[in-house]
């Protein structure tokens, strides 16, 4: 049984805290912390978590813990991350690894040092059955080559303290990963847009954007980024081969017709929308974990991701393209 320390008590914390102790064989959740303790106080009450530790370091240091999973806000990804690699300790932690590349390339280092994969990145896309199918299509070869991706990331809202740059780091951040999953290919280059902005959008932060990126061979990706205010949750990616197309397939709904009408329900955030994809993924890292062997997203991915955030980040209002330069790949994600 993988005893798992949960630093993040929040509203994915709760969720995955759930999925770990009711669904996931092989894992027991022996302990949370939070950067509020009543927070972590009253998760542990509500899903009987034996032990609340006042800090995520105190949780990390824990003999009783042997793995952690980190829920807790973006800009506190790297340090726990680093510190549970330090101690040797697996490590899954949620999108984004980490937010500047060279704090990735710190946990890689430390990785490498260690000589064994100790991370798991939660860049669940890539355990959704409708994004699999896909990659295994694209695989197949059956297609020809991937040539473009269009993709579509809506959202309806965003919590609070949301700035323009986490549009990218934070939300697009999936389709950085899961483009260059679906294509077998690094990026190159990349470039944000700013679009006429819309009136529903009075935060102060852009929304639209849109994303441009070329890889290493040539293809191209657009992603639309809606990061609030949206119609509703709706995400869509359509890959473009040689001889075909592949898109991503919608949630299943009813169809209901009344009074002339016919409609299905949209759904308004990812918790539903990619349910399937966060059980399975958990269940994969916690099998691999016991076997001693990681498959799933690992820190070169985050590591990739961050790059090319930051290049699109630092390319907005210059209506141009940057270069994406990375570190040699290490041996140990090959
Ligand atoms: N893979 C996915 O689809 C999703 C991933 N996420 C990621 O999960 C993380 C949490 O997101 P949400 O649950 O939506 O946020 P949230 O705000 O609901 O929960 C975050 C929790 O972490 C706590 N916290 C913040 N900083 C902390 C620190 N330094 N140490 C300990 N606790 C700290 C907060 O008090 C809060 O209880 C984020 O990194 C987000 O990017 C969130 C939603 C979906
Ligand atoms: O990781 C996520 C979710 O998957 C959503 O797609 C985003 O809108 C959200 O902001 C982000 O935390």
Redesign the pocket.
């Known amino acids: 049984m993988l005893k798992i320390g949960v630093?993040?008590?929040?509203?994915?914390?709760?969720?995955h805290i759930k999925r770990l102790m009711y669904l996931v064989p092989g894992a027991q959740v022996v302990a949370c912390?939070?950067?509020?303790p009543e927070?972590?106080q009253k998760t542990a009450a509500m899903f009987q978590v034996p032990t609340v530790y006042q800090?995520?370091e105190e949780l990390i240091g824990a003999s009783e813990v042997e793995a952690v999973v980190?829920?807790?806000?973006?800009?506190?990804?790297f340090?726990?991350t680093l510190a549970a690699v330090k101690l040797g300790k697996q490590v899954f932690c949620?999108?984004?690894l980490a937010l500047t590349a060279s704090e990735c390339e710190e946990i890689i280092a430390e990785e490498v040092k260690q000589g064994r994969r100790l991370v798991q990145v939660?860049?669940?896309?890539r355990y959704d059955p409708g994004y699999a199918k896909m990659k295994e299509i694209i695989d197949s070869g059956e297609l020809g080559a991937p040539l473009m991706i269009h993709a579509c990331h809506r959202n309806v809202f965003q919590?609070e303290g949301f700035q323009t740059e986490m549009g990218i780091t934070?939300v697009a951040?999936?389709e950085l990963d899961i483009c260059r999953w679906l294509l077998g290919d690094e990026y190159k280059k990349a470039q944000v847009l700013k679009v006429k902005q819309s009136g529903r959008s009075t935060k102060g932060y852009d929304n639209p954007q849109i994303v441009l990126l070329e890889t290493e061979d040539g293809s191209r990706i657009d992603v639309e980024l809606q990061v609030c205010d949206a119609y509703g949750y709706d995400i869509q990616c359509q890959v473009v081969c040689e001889k075909g197309t592949i898109n991503l397939p919608d949630p299943a709904s009813v169809i209901m017709r009344a009074e002339a009408r016919c409609s299905t329900e949209l759904l308004t955030d990812?918790?539903k929308r990619?349910i399937e994809a966060?059980d399975i993924e958990l269940a994969d890292w916690v099998n691999a974990v016991e076997k001693g062997e990681l498959t799933g997203p690992s820190s070169w991915d985050g590591y990739a991701a961050c790059v090319a955030a930051d290049a699109l980040n630092r390319s907005r209002g210059t209506e141009t393209f940057l270069p994406i330069e990375m570190i040699e790949k290490p041996g140990l994600y090959q």
């Open positions: 630093i993040g008590c929040g509203a994915i914390g709760k969720e912390a939070d950067f509020y927070a972590a800090t995520g980190i829920t807790s806000a973006d800009d506190s990804h340090a726990y949620e999108k984004p939660g860049f669940m896309r919590s934070n951040i999936h990812w918790a990619f966060y």
